[in-house]
Each structure stands twice: as C-alpha cells, then as structure tokens.
C-alpha cells in the first residue's frame, strides 16, 4: 500500500525506522492531490510551499533526534472553518470567501507544536449548515468511493480528502453529525469529542452549545494520537474545562471481555437502509465474538431529542449570521437563506424552554452509562446519497434525504457525549457503512479501546476506495 494511504501509526514508525521521510510522505501526499483531486473536489486551498517547508524543518528536527511524537511530520488537512495565519478561511461561504485570519485557531496551533504539515484547507457545506457537502460558491464535494455520491456533510472534503490518500489525517466540526456522517459515508473513523474537551477558539461558530472540533484519520488508535494532541482547556474558549485524559491501552489482542455494551431496543434500529441493518447488526455479533456483553437498553425519546436539537441550532445559527444574512443576503446560498430565516421566528421563551428540556432528557441519557461502557447504533440510516438527491425509499417509504441522514447523529450532539465512528462494512455496490459508539462523559478511553479492539478482528479500516489505489 502507498504510503499516503497508510495509518499515522504506520507512517510514524516507518519514519521513526527511517524508510521514509516526512519531505518523501509529504511529496507523495502533494502529488496525490494534484492527480485525483480534480475528480473530488476535496480541497479550496492547497498549501504546497509550506508544507514542504514543515516537512523539511520535521525531517531536521527527527535526524537531529529531536523528535516530538508520533504527529511529528505526518500531513493534514484542515477543515476550511478552522482560522490559519495568513492562508485564506473560507468557511465554505462567498461573505468569507477573502478573509485571511491573523492568528491560528487553537487546535492548529497545538498541532503545530506536534510536528505536524499542513497539505491545505477543506471543502464544506456553506458555513458548515447542512450534510451533503454540496456547495454553491466552491462545487461540490465528491465521494471517493462513488463520485456520484456526496461524502457527507458539513466535513465533507476533510473525509473525501482523507479517504483518497489526500492527508494523512484531517478535522472536521461536528454540530449534528458532521464528523460521523462523512466518516460513515467515507469508510474512515471519526471521534466527536465529549463537549469541552477541544478548544473551538478560533473556529467559525454554528452553533455555541452544540459545536465540537474532532479529527478523521484510519483508526482508532489514531485517532488518540490527534485527540491528545489537541484536547486540554483554553482561556481562549470558556466552554473547555480542566480535565485529564485518561489513556487507552491499545491492546495487540482483540479482547472485549468484561465489556458491556449497550444496543437501543428503540430508534436506532428502525426505518434503516437493510444493508445498514446487516452491516451493524454483523459488527455487533463480532463484539460479542470477542468477547462483549450486548445488553438492551432503551434510550430516551430521542425524536424529541432532534426537535428539539434542531430548534435550538436554527436559533444559535440565525444569531451567527443575522447581520451578514441581512447586509449580504446575496451572498447565501438559496438553503442557507431558508434555514436562518427559520432561526428568526424562534422566540427566548421557545429557546429556554428548549434548553430547559435539553438537560432533562441528557440525564436521562447519562444514566444509561452507569452500568454500560458503550452504546452503538448505526452512525447513519441510509447508505450515501447521490448528489443533488432529495429523497429516498427507505423499506418501501419515500424518506427525506436529509431527514434520514441526520435522523441517528443530530441527537446525540445535544448530549455532549464523545462519539466514535467506525466502518464497518461495504454495501453491495461498494459504499461505506459505518456504525458509531457513544461512550459516558469524558470517557473517550472507553470507545476507543473498543473500536481499536474491533478493528483488529476486522480489516474494515484497511479498505481503500479504488480511484485511490489504481
């Protein structure tokens, strides 16, 4: 397998072991965007000169024996919401489409700090609003597995990016799902932190209370070395908190004994595509197979959950953007005008009120932990949509296509829960299915241990798309 589609534990031992250098990994990752990503779409900017030099000034620290860690020279992409000194942040919106930060968002300067190369920024759902990733200022984003298909959204480039050997590991933010639906429809992992844990300074906001910051990489063992990179309390955001990150011990042998691991009875498994069904029902009886207690749960009504998810991010959105909305509607796409318009007509007492029942229904949803170490559902309910799709047959039933996709993923955000998606199988006509575990408050340990010990008794995460490997 080419380099640039390998693992960051892979890539860093290689370097380590000096078969490759971070200059090499770097060229071959800047090479691979000039070749395919006219077919994706994946990248508004590309970084080229400085990456070489971040990669030159990695390759001197390491042969000097100064090396930072297992980041240090590893390519990346960032989502292009996140600010960058002096390199254009669009936030996937023509209102920002020429502004040039002059400082680095919080998280991309801990990365920096662990050696990492930035390749370039990402393309998005304008202003990270929606789930197809199908943008009206910069084209739309194409899946690799099917360039027909959308990767998901609001992080749609940073999966597609990822998954076509076009970065390393990439971030992406996740309001109601958009880290875990591009990972499902990608075939990559994703971790949506538990809410505090990553610093969001620096980030154009969606949503204040329902925003998180998460990375994409191969697995999950990965994903820990990006999360610990980046996670830690930041004066800079007030909603990060003190808190210490307890290690995963990424065992060589895939056990799960002693865990046990939550199946919702209600919601999670109805009105599924039934190749999604059959793809997370067999990823369950592995877990079992090694070893994991599977206990049926029922979860609150999580219907009321995405009411009320829904209300309170059209409210927080419509407050982002309402002076802009008003001085430059031109400038929004035809949905983003629909959808912050609807942000208008909730009123204070609608939005206390839903907050008010926001932390009701979250404590019941955190009572499920005190005797599980994980919950898993299905991280989307349909297989990836075609571009430009509006609806689906779903069992015989025309569906929303936005509806369904969102439908397994918006709730949880209102949870601040950290959550892990992982493939877990490939339909019929070779796209990714993926399925997501939801672990207790700041137990991100706890879901990657278990995704790390299921993806070594399967060889999901080693699947590549094949415009990828040709």
């Known amino acids: 397998m080419e380099a640039a589609l390998k693992s960051i534990a892979a890539l860093s031992r290689l370097i380590g072991a000096g078969e490759i250098s971070p200059v090499e990994l770097t060229r071959q990752t800047l090479d691979r965007i000039e070749r395919l990503d006219s077919q994706l779409n994946s990248y508004i900017t590309t970084t080229a000169d400085l990456a070489l030099r971040q990669a030159e000034a990695a390759e001197r620290e390491i042969h000097a024996g100064n090396r930072r860690g297992p980041l240090h020279g590893i390519p990346y992409a960032l989502k292009d919401l996140f600010f960058t000194k002096g390199i254009k942040t669009t936030a996937g919106s023509r209102v920002f489409a020429d502004f040039v930060p002059s400082y680095d968002a919080t998280v991309v300067e801990k990365l920096a700090a662990a050696g990492t190369v930035l390749l370039g920024k990402t393309g998005l759902h304008e202003n990270a609003y929606g789930i197809t990733s199908n943008n009206p200022h910069f084209g739309a984003v194409r899946n690799p597995w099917d360039t027909s298909c959308i990767p998901g959204g609001s992080s749609g480039g940073s999966a597609a990016a990822l998954a076509a050997g076009l970065c390393s590991f990439s971030l992406g933010t996740d309001t109601g799902g958009s880290i875990r639906i591009p990972a499902s429809f990608c075939g990559v992992a994703g971790l949506k932190p538990t809410f505090g844990r990553v610093s969001r300074y620096g980030v154009f906001p969606l949503s204040h209370t329902l925003d998180h910051v998460g990375p994409f990489a191969w697995t999950a063992e990965d994903l820990w070395y990006i999360f610990a990179a980046m996670a830690g309390q930041d004066a800079q955001d007030e909603s990060t908190v003190d808190r210490p990150l307890a290690v995963p011990q990424f065992s060589a042998e895939p056990s799960l004994?002693?865990?046990?691991?939550?199946?919702?009875?209600?919601?999670?498994?109805?009105?599924?595509?039934?190749?999604?069904?059959?793809?997370?029902?067999?990823?369950?009886?592995?877990?079992?197979?090694?070893?994991?207690?599977?206990?049926?749960?029922?979860?609150?009504?999580?219907?009321?959950?995405?009411?009320?998810?829904?209300?309170?991010?059209?409210?927080?959105?419509?407050?982002?953007?309402?002076?802009?909305?008003?001085?430059?509607?031109?400038?929004?796409?035809?949905?983003?005008?629909?959808?912050?318009?609807?942000?208008?007509?909730?009123?204070?007492?609608?939005?206390?009120?839903?907050?008010?029942?926001?932390?009701?229904?979250?404590?019941?949803?955190?009572?499920?932990?005190?005797?599980?170490?994980?919950?898993?559902?299905?991280?989307?309910?349909i297989l990836p949509a075609k571009i430009g799709q509006t609806s689906v047959v779903v069992n015989g039933v025309e569906e929303d296509v936005r509806m369904m996709i969102t439908r397994n993923a918006r709730a949880l955000n209102m949870t601040g829960l950290p959550l892990l998606s992982l493939p877990c199988g490939l339909s019929a006509s070779g796209l990714p299915i993926g399925i997501q575990l939801v672990g207790a408050l700041f137990d991100e340990k706890s879901v990657l241990e278990i995704g790390h010990a299921y993806q070594l008794a399967t060889d999901w995460h080693d699947r590549r798309p094949p415009m990828a490997i040709r």
């Open 257 to 381: 004994h002693g865990r046990k691991i939550g199946v919702p009875a209600n919601f999670y498994f109805e009105n599924l595509d039934p190749e999604v069904e059959a793809a997370t029902r067999a990823a369950l009886v592995q877990m079992e197979m090694l070893g994991a207690e599977l206990v049926g749960v029922t979860v609150p009504d999580i219907e009321e959950f995405n009411l009320i998810a829904r209300l309170i991010q059209i409210a927080e959105a419509s407050s982002v953007h309402v002076n802009n909305l008003d001085s430059r509607r031109e400038d929004y796409g035809d949905d983003q005008q629909t959808l912050l318009d609807q942000g208008r007509f909730v009123t204070a007492v609608d939005y206390l009120n839903a907050q008010r029942r926001r932390r009701q229904l979250n404590r019941e949803f955190y009572e499920l932990f005190d005797h599980l170490d994980a919950l898993a559902a299905p991280a989307v309910a």
